[in-house]
């Protein structure tokens, strides 16, 4: 780690050096380790140390950027001068307004030493756990265990200065037959709250469960979607709509919709950065601090996150979601969380008269933005459901589907919720049972 | 770097290495963006660093950094070395690479342009010139031009004597027109859909891309497509572009090859494969018509390089032989499992990556059709073209694709324009409809510079050629 101290003065010299009317360094140190196994043993098993630091450089509505992975310097004086090369030689951005002043930044915990200073045995004998619980039921294991420390700093030529250190652990595991497969996952800041042993045997249980699938046709079903399948079907939501950009170029379907209905009244999404419950981050990539913010508040369309770019357009300030700049994504959640419920996944199951239970889906893809419809498939533990007991396995199926459909049509929400990584950040979601879901076609497996 | 590579190999080996190998890497990436109208950003990023694969008690250990010096070197193999070892606390067999490749070598992309040396003020005019011409059409709500950059400067050394040291340059550009109006959203991207289309190559291939000659055509279509009627439901005969063709054979023909992804080795993330090792050599993949080859040595494709990243040299495999399943792509340690020698797919994305089977450029060969020939002699069906969405399954059988643009063929001729299209299959059932292939004038390769893989993941790219082809009895119209 470089730490605060190291990070100020890597900035500040950047800042020094700079001949611009404004300057932003953002600044990453990252150490990332990944234990990966197949067949029931560790096949790829990798470490990686690396830093980045990004420079944006402007003059008046000229922008340029930056990047190196070398913070000798010389090579901060050479990232400085590319970055202020590039804003000078094009034209103006009207629409570009200034970098944000400094705001306090709240403290959030967020590094666990024990994460930090996990080593590659530790990950090891975690893996040798899991692939020790398949051969005792005669199945092969796969998976990952992954370990990150991480430091983000940013800073400008206006004031900010904005640290924080992190850690994650993730370790997320495939169990297979010869005609079956489970899956099961954990994610924590805390290493020591992922257990292996109970990953393990929540997927041996679905690996074993889910032996001779059985063939099904397409169509409308009940479904329970545990907690993996939901935080996809999440995340994919909020890359689509939740965004500033998004509402203002047309695309998102929570356009026109502020105050109205879109969903549910049993669904409330929203973001937090500094919900320790989730992968919290105080700050966004321009170091503005987060806010909290509302999309759907009992199924009503409430607001989209910004940066500062997209909150000058309509006079607003900026909620703290900036990506890194030069960003053409515009803002995007972070830190994702669904409302629970009261109810559990055993009462849920008891309801269904006739319906399918869903671990969870595999190659998501928006099919019509607008109407947040989704395609995927189904993998790794999807049951038969009748008169509220579980029959047996069937055969994967591929689902096209409006999320916003979907969440209109929610029966039950599970009390209990699951931490997963998301595209950005942590979402903290329920299990779902959804009175109708579309599929529109199987799979052979 | 030869100080460097020398240190890290010998710390490998002082640490009990039976093999190790380092790469060094520095790239450099040049992305412009113009959006609506203006300059929304010009980014230059560079990074640079070097990561050591070993094999030590049988198995895998890598570990990498970005500080480039000998004291460095030998931590970070140590390093490796103390991975591997605790990998080896959860082996089930030791790994073996099959006979060593020892390569001395130097390989530079053919370049006419430096795409470096074009000045930047050159490369906003041409995307601002693109940008203009879609925004004079009424409707277009969003408008986007881009242009990409790569070079890559790489060294591969291995404890086996292998030195090569490479040069790749890449150069991409594409725009996009988005057309937006009530309850409805269409785009149209020219030459193709994930950003742009992708060459290894100079700047050249940027002026000859045309995009300012296409550029009101498509913003005209998008804002069509806001009017045009629904693509039907139903079971029909399907025509797909060569753009829309390319990425129906990344995902349902190039992936499935990876003979990491038949033994288990993508399990947990991306999946497995349908073609499992029992179907080599027997399995009816498609229609007689089908041929497909991977080759990694086309001049100026994007999955073009001299040798891959584990210092194997770049060459051409056939993989389906008039419909018939017969080749993987391999590496050193998958190949030596079929008594094979790996052929040269290995490829990581950076310094930070180990490498990992990819594709190189995986081609349908051409077939005889002229294309308006092949359009005249389908009764009854829908021309598909340009990918909008794509979804498969994790053994690579069941797909649905979307496309950004359609139109119906009623008695031998392109009829009304469709919006929203969709098709799905099951892999082998698709391929063996095909019953009609275009010919060489209309082949055309495809870079995608975005393929996914891995864990930690990673973006290969990679390249389809095709040309336009013809399919029987396709379910469309999904949603």
């Not at chain 2, 892999?427 to 060489?440: G, H, K, L, M, V």
């Amino acid at each position: 780690m470089l730490g605060p101290e190291k990070m100020k003065q890597i900035a500040q010299r950047v800042l020094a050096y700079s001949i611009a009317d404004q300057t932003e360094v953002v600044l990453f140190s990252d150490e990332t380790y990944l234990t990966r196994f197949a067949n029931s043993r560790i096949h790829q098993n990798v470490g990686e140390r690396n830093v980045q630091v990004r420079v944006r450089a402007i003059f008046g509505k000229k922008v340029g950027v930056a990047s190196s992975n070398d913070v000798s310097e010389s090579a901060l004086d050479r990232v400085t001068e590319r970055a202020v090369e590039i804003a000078l030689l094009q034209p103006e951005n009207p629409d570009f307004h200034s970098l944000p002043p400094p705001k306090p930044i709240p403290e959030v915990d967020a590094f666990v030493p024990a994460t930090a200073e996990c080593t590659p045995e530790q990950r090891a004998k975690a893996v040798a756990t899991i692939c020790q619980l398949s051969k005792e039921n005669g199945l092969v294991a796969s998976g990952a265990f992954t370990t990150t420390t991480s430091e983000i700093a940013v800073c400008n030529s206006l004031g900010v200065f904005a640290y924080a250190p992190s850690t994650a652990a993730d370790l997320t595991t495939v169990i297979m037959s010869n005609d079956s497969s489970g899956y099961a996952g954990a994610t924590s800041l805390d290493v020591r709250e992922i257990n292996a042993e109970q990953v393990g045997r929540e997927a041996v249980d679905k690996a074993l469960r889910s032996r001779n699938p059985q063939p099904i046709a397409p169509g409308e079903y009940t479904v329970i979607l545990e907690e993996y399948a939901v935080a996809e079907m999440l995340s994919y939501l909020s890359y689509l709509g939740f965004s500033a950009l998004a509402v203002q170029e047309g695309r998102s379907f929570m356009v026109n919709k502020f105050g109205q209905p879109v969903v549910g009244e049993n669904i409330s999404i929203w973001d937090d950065g500094l919900d320790k419950t989730g992968l919290p981050m105080p700050f966004d990539f321009e170091g503005v601090p987060k806010q909290r913010v509302d999309f759907i508040v009992n199924g009503v369309a409430k607001g989209v996150v910004y940066d500062s770019y997209t909150a000058h357009r309509e006079g607003k300030e900026s909620t703290g979601h900036a990506l890194p700049a030069p960003n053409p994504y515009g803002p995007l959640p972070g830190n994702l969380f669904l409302k629970a419920g009261t109810d559990s996944k055993e009462r849920m199951l008891a309801s269904v008269e006739r319906g399918l239970w869903v671990t969870r889906f595999h190659y998501v893809n928006p099919v019509h933005p607008l109407k947040a419809i989704l395609t995927g498939m189904t993998r790794d533990g999807t049951f038969w459901i009748e008169r509220g007991e579980i029959k047996g396995a069937v055969k994967n199926l591929r689902f096209t589907q409006s999320v916003l459909e979907a969440l209109s049509h929610v029966r039950m929400i599970s009390a209990e919720t699951k931490l997963r990584g998301g595209l950005y950040g942590g979402i903290r979601v329920p299990a779902l049972c959804i009175e109708r879901f579309t599929f529109t076609g199987v799979t052979e497996f | 770097m030869k100080e460097i590579a020398e240190r890290a190999l010998n710390a490998a080996q002082l640490q009990g290495a039976s093999y190790a190998d380092i790469r060094i890497v520095h790239q450099q990436v040049q992305s412009i963006l113009v959006k609506n109208g203006h300059v929304e950003g010009i980014s230059h990023d560079e990074n640079q660093g070097f990561g050591v694969r070993v094999i030590v008690n049988g198995a895998w250990g890598f570990a990498s950094s970005s500080i480039l010096s000998v004291e460095e070197a030998a931590r970070v193999a140590a390093q490796a070395a103390q991975i591997a070892r605790a990998s080896s606390l959860a082996k089930t067999r030791d790994v073996s690479l099959g006979p060593p490749e020892v390569h001395v070598a130097r390989y530079e992309t053919p370049v006419q342009v430096d795409p470096f040396s074009v000045p930047l003020e050159e490369k906003i005019a041409l995307l601002l010139a693109a940008d203009e011409g879609m925004r004079r059409v009424k409707g277009i709500a969003v408008t986007e031009s881009n242009m990409a950059f790569l070079r890559e400067d790489k060294v591969f050394a291995s404890t086996e004597g292998s030195y090569i040291e490479q040069a790749l340059v890449e150069s991409g550009a594409g725009i996009e027109a988005t057309a937006v109006g009530e309850n409805e959203m269409q785009t149209r991207s020219f030459p193709n859909s994930f950003g742009r289309q992708q060459k290894k190559g100079g700047y050249e291939f940027i002026r000859a891309l045309q995009l300012v000659e296409n550029s009101e055509r498509i913003a005209e279509e998008a804002v069509a497509l806001l009017s045009a009627p629904q693509c039907p439901s139903g079971v029909t005969t399907l025509i797909l572009d060569s753009t829309q063709l390319a990425l129906q054979i990344h995902e349902s023909c190039g992936h499935p090859i990876e003979l990491d992804r038949v033994f288990g080795d993508e399990a947990s993330y991306a999946g497995t494969s349908f073609l499992t090792l029992d179907k080599l050599g027997t399995f009816r993949y498609g229609s007689p018509l089908v041929n497909i080859y991977a080759d990694a040595t086309i001049p100026g494709a994007l999955g073009t390089f001299g040798y891959d990243d584990e210092g194997v040299p770049a060459q051409r495999t056939p993989i389906v032989k008039e419909g018939i399943f017969v080749g993987y792509l391999t590496s050193r340690e998958t190949a030596a499992v079929l008594g094979q020698r790996s052929n040269g797919t290995m490829r990581a994305d950076g310094w930070n990556r180990i490498p990992l089977i990819r594709m190189t450029n995986i081609n349908l060969e051409p077939g005889t059709w002229e294309f308006e020939d092949l359009i005249a002699d389908t009764e009854d069906g829908i021309y598909m073209a340009v990918n909008k969405s794509w979804s498969i399954d994790d053994k690579r059988l069941n797909f649905q694709f979307g496309t950004q643009l359609a139109y119906e063929i009623k008695k031998g001729k392109l009829g009304r324009m469709l919006k929203n299209a969709t098709y799905t299959g099951i892999t082998p059932e698709f391929w063996r409809s095909c019953d009609a292939i275009c010919n060489e004038k209309y082949w055309q390769i495809w870079g995608l510079p975005n393929c996914g893989k891995g864990e930690p993941s990673q973006a290969a790219h990679v390249a389809h050629g095709t040309a336009p082809a013809r399919f029987r009895n396709v379910r469309v119209g999904i949603a």
